[in-house]
């Protein structure tokens, strides 16, 4: 087992990863900006870095500075989070060559299924199934207008490297697809670096569920069920649960093969997801592979009773998975995502924390980095929460989601703390009849209650 592991990260998953390492007795090296000196990760570690300015492009996002500060602590290990560095191939492999170990999957693998149109030409080898969509890059305007058209409208434009919601377009007519490819492509360029696109057919109101898998250095791999992750704005996750109320078990043994089968087919090592789309039809479609833990983790944690983040450390030192395949969820668990964001602009809203009150009490698991007086940075990720409940079935987990949402005071900055409990009260939510749609048709429920109240 390694004895001291580099925290690649900040904010809530570092305290997260630290918490992990001192289970396992093993000593901890944060990093940190000049702007996160007062974080609680750099307190809990036992050993802290800084390495650069506020700017993220300076600092945890520096290769250089960040296996600068692995050697002269000595850390055998580095562990990178979610974002930042963590699907950075390079940089796992920079670390391989300076013989510090990397807490993840091969560099080869995060590369290959980091460029979505090598990851969606995988699956089809794998034979999982995929939406209708170009196998390779989009080469000319000339092939994405003959493409779209053999498709159907709508369909979705895609930045290869894209992520975090970004670098999508959904084109509803020929009129516009020629225009929005190269807009779209210019604006991948400059985000990403890389301009390349992929199209595939746009399903109108899909589920987003995902499967977590985790394999090991010794041919063992296996998933541990899904995460229903359909409640999204404007492409990214607000609230995750699972079970999924719109599996079965026939469709969640299927689902979970095709996840298996695709991570088997690159080799896959330590913990990743598999994003797919569900159709209203039950057809479901392999959309991305993320190679790395996730931000929405403790659902699955708390649902299958698992610790992911310490096998992933076993993982990586070498240790066969633990885990038996076949794992049944414990109840029902919701999480929810509670941002220093606006209500009305969806603006961040930094600041300081005037007032936390946490809740606690049965079912109730919080991951946060944020406590009084604490000053929310404008530099970073606006999530500064996770609260995480789980019940013996949905009834009880919204329940509880609603009477700990209660507790959860924060003052001093704007959260989403309010519109969750909206959400939760919310009948469509209630009976679990939604998509990824589903903030927009709120939105509107939302406004014409405002109007009749
Ligand atoms: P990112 O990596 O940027 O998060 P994803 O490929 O995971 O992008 O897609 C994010 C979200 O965009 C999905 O959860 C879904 O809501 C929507 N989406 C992506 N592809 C499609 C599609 N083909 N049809 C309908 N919705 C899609």
Known sequence: MFKKVLIANRGEIALRIIQACRELDIRTVAVHSTADRDSLHVSYADEGICIGPPSSLESYLKIGRVIAAAEISGADAVHPGYGFLAENAHFAEVLEECGIGWIGPRPETIRSMGDKANARRVAIEAGVPVLPGSKDPLASVHEVVGLAAEIGYPVILKASAGGGGRGMRIVENPDEIASQFSTASEEAERAFGDGSMYLEKYLRSPRHVEFQIFGDHHGNVIHLGERECSIQRRHQKLLEESPSVALDEELRNRMGDAAVALAKAVDYRNAGTIEFLLDDDGSFYFMEMNTRIQVEHPVTEEVMGVDLVKEQLRVASGHKLS???????????????????????????????????????????????????????????????????????????????????????????????????????????????????????????????????
């Open 323 to 453: 885990f038996r395949s076949g794992l049944r969820p414990r109840g029902h668990v919701i999480e929810f995502r509670i941002n220093a964001e606006h209500p009305e602009t969806f603006r961040p809203s930094p600041g300081k924390m005037t007032t936390l009150h946490l809740p606690g009490g049965p079912g109730v698991r919080i991951d946060t980095h944020a406590y009084e007086e604490y000053v929310i940075p404008p530099f970073y990720d606006s999530m500064i929460a996770k609260l995480i409940v789980r019940g013996a079935n949905r009834e009880e987990a919204i329940a509880r989601g609603r009477r700990a949402l209660d507790l959860f005071v924060v003052e001093g900055i704007h959260t989403t703390v309010d519109l969750h409990k909206k959400i939760l009260q919310d009948e469509p939510f209630q009976r679990g009849d939604f998509s990824t749609r589903f903030m927009e048709d709120f939105v509107k429920r939302q406004a014409e209650a405002n109007k009749r109240s």
